[in-house]
């Protein structure tokens, strides 16, 4: 916004234009009455009514992640619930290893624990919350290492990205949620690394608490992601 200068607003036409509109002096709005008021009050009112709140950046930034993630997953889920319906002969489906078991309870854990650290950031409990973050993160690690192992275990059994759809749908929807599940925990990283510094305002207090609520609609929506996964992969076959 380009600044007023008052040396402008001291001439006596502004005066008049401006009062008008606003009472300033006596304009035809104010009718002749009350005294003439000075230019510092003025610029102060006006600042005031065209000053702007600053755009809450985390929120917009994890609307868009999250719209990129619906829309991405909403395409493969469809493009199983198809091809599963179309009794393919390839499409020769299997009991899930029992890791993926394990990452199930894992990543539900973490929903909880980051619901924990989230409302402890929230009551200027910053250390204690720190101390969830690091069990959620430590969760999401966890919960990755679990898909590897799925993984393996697949490998090792004869099951293949090629020659079975089924297969291939088991490695490319627990693969892409897995670079996800990461793409989270370098978020997590990025709220650790700023709860280790002392607030120093309270801009920078209120920033945190912005970010860790927009992460943690990421990290749960992943969770809930990963229950619909779950779903199709075991019991839509």
Do not use: C
Request: charged share 15%.
């Amino acid at each position: 916004m380009a600044s007023l200068n008052p040396q402008a607003i001291g001439s006596p036409e502004v005066r008049t234009i401006l009062g008008q509109g606003s009472g300033y002096g006596n304009g035809p709005s104010s009718g002749g009455r009350g005294p003439l008021r000075s230019d510092d009050e003025f610029m102060r009112e006006l600042e005031k009514e065209m000053a702007a709140p600053p755009p809450d950046l985390p929120k917009v930034v994890a609307w868009f992640v999250l719209l990129i993630v619906l829309m991405t997953f909403g395409a493969l889920f469809g493009a199983y619930i198809v091809i599963s319906t179309n009794n393919v002969l390839e499409w020769r489906p299997f009991a899930l290893p029992s890791p993926l078991w394990v990452s199930t309870f894992l990543i539900a854990a973490s929903s909880i624990t980051y619901y924990h650290a989230n409302n402890l950031l929230r009551n200027g409990r910053q250390t204690d919350a720190r101390r969830f973050f690091v069990i959620t993160a430590s969760l999401g690690g966890m919960f990755i290492g679990s898909q590897l192992v799925s993984w393996m275990t697949l490998y090792m059994a004869g099951f293949y990205v090629y020659g079975n759809p089924y297969a291939g749908f088991v490695y490319i929807l627990t693969g892409f949620h897995a670079l996800h599940v990461i793409g989270g925990i370098a978020a997590l990283g990025s709220i650790l690394l700023r709860s280790w510094r002392p607030t120093v305002s309270e801009e920078e207090a209120d920033y945190r608490i912005k970010l860790s609520r927009s992460v943690g609609w990421y990290w749960h929506f992943m969770g809930l992601l990963w229950f619909i996964l779950f779903a199709l992969l075991g019991f839509w076959k």
